[in-house]
């Protein structure tokens, strides 16, 4: 088992990646998210920025499996 947390990726390109799928997402609900700390969001967006980001992935699973 590795020493880092659940939430960190290891694979620098897979970082790189979730945060360009993470800025998307926000563009699409409306949320202005930077790089870097973004604390100041509201609980309302940071939910609305990781539902959408659920939405997305299962709808990519969903047409991987047609």
Do not use: H
């Not at 088992?1 to 993470?22: C, G, H, I, Y």
């Amino acid at each position: 088992m590795s020493t880092n947390s659940s939430n960190q990726l290891v694979n620098p390109s897979a970082r790189e990646a979730m945060d360009k799928f993470k800025m998307e997402a926000a563009s699409e609900v409306g949320v202005n998210l930077k790089q870097g700390y973004n604390g100041d969001l509201t609980s309302r967006q940071a939910g609305s920025v990781g539902g959408q980001m659920v939405r997305k992935m299962i709808e990519a699973y969903e047409n991987g499996m047609k």
